[in-house]
């Protein structure tokens, strides 16, 4: 532990597993107390398992496992208010916020003319609007402190470059990017830096799972994680089929760190050279 985050605190969303509990548990590695959220529901427009509340308090174990403080709360970020409340105890509690993490991320594959409206709107709710309501809420603690900040969104390889089938998806981290550019700029008066990562596919349930799967292995009946290996390596500049949550999670670290104190405004491809084919 070299403490690139000591005496420091983070919010983290969608912290229950995946991306989001990588980036607590290396935030945590590196000195900070933790806040963290995730909904801990399926949702009827989303077709593979959400996080679980044993999910969350996974995560709290692993965090308090390193010596760190962590609030965890059951919160939806389609609401407002419930981020509210769940950054209020845990500011109140932890005394202070320097760093959020804004990592939100749902897909429903299906070309783009057959999206029902609910599955549009609740992508987009959850992954663009999500990642804003967030640091909504985060700004004022940030600026109110006094002593700057940084916050990360977790965009994606699909927030800079076209992909079929995921045309809700697509937008919202196109629009991700599109929001931190502003906030970079809103917010570099307070010493406050914002930031994107833009991750390839990454080994997570969200990327995971049976719909996946039939997306990108169309010929076969029912296709399997090794079926879909070789079909996403053959996207990649790198002969690997994808990223490991921990590799997004050391980025996350660096832009979050002082060590990128002068760096704000940027998408940082974690993308194993997929923008580059």
């Given at each position: 532990m070299t403490g690139r985050m000591a005496g420091?605190?983070?919010?983290?969303t969608g912290a229950a597993r995946g991306q989001g509990r990588s980036h607590a548990v290396r935030l945590a590695e590196e000195?900070?107390?933790?806040?963290?959220?995730?909904?801990?529901?399926?949702?009827?427009?989303?077709?593979?398992?959400?996080?679980?509340?044993?999910?969350?308090?996974?995560?709290?174990?692993?965090?308090?496992a390193l010596g760190r403080r962590i609030v965890a709360r059951v919160a939806d970020v389609r609401d407002s208010a419930s981020i509210d409340a769940a950054l209020r105890e845990g500011v109140?509690?932890?005394?202070?916020?320097?760093?959020?993490?804004?990592?939100?991320?749902i897909n429903n594959p299906a070309p783009a003319h057959e999206i029902t409206e609910e599955q549009w709107h609740t992508v987009i709710d959850i992954?663009?609007?999500?990642?804003?309501?967030?640091?909504?809420?985060?700004?004022?603690?940030?600026?109110?402190?006094?002593?700057?900040?940084?916050?990360v969104l977790t965009s994606s390889a699909a927030g800079l470059k076209g992909y079929a089938n995921i045309a809700h998806y697509t937008a919202a981290k196109h629009g991700i990017n599109g929001l931190m550019k502003t906030l970079a700029q809103e917010l570099a008066e307070h010493h406050i830096r914002v930031n994107t990562v833009n991750p390839t596919q990454v080994d997570t349930?969200?990327?995971?799972?049976?719909?996946m799967y039939r997306l990108f292995c169309p010929d076969i009946e029912n296709p399997t994680r090794e079926d879909f290996a070789p079909i996403s390596q053959s996207m990649n500049a790198l002969p690997i089929p994808w990223v490991e949550s921990r590799d997004v999670s050391n980025s996350v670290l660096f832009l979050l760190s002082d060590e990128s104190r002068y760096i704000t405004g940027v998408a940082l491809p974690v993308d194993a050279g997929v923008l580059i084919k």
């Open positions: 420091k605190v983070a919010f983290v000195g900070a107390d933790i806040i963290a959220i995730d909904l801990c529901e399926d949702l009827p427009e989303v077709p593979y398992p959400l996080a679980t509340k044993a999910d969350l308090d996974e995560t709290v174990r692993q965090v308090e109140d509690e932890l005394g202070r916020l320097d760093a959020v993490c804004a990592n939100v991320g992954d663009l609007g999500g990642t804003w309501r967030t640091v909504k809420a985060a700004i004022p603690y940030l600026v109110g402190q006094g002593t700057g900040g940084s916050m349930p969200m990327i995971m799972n049976d719909p």
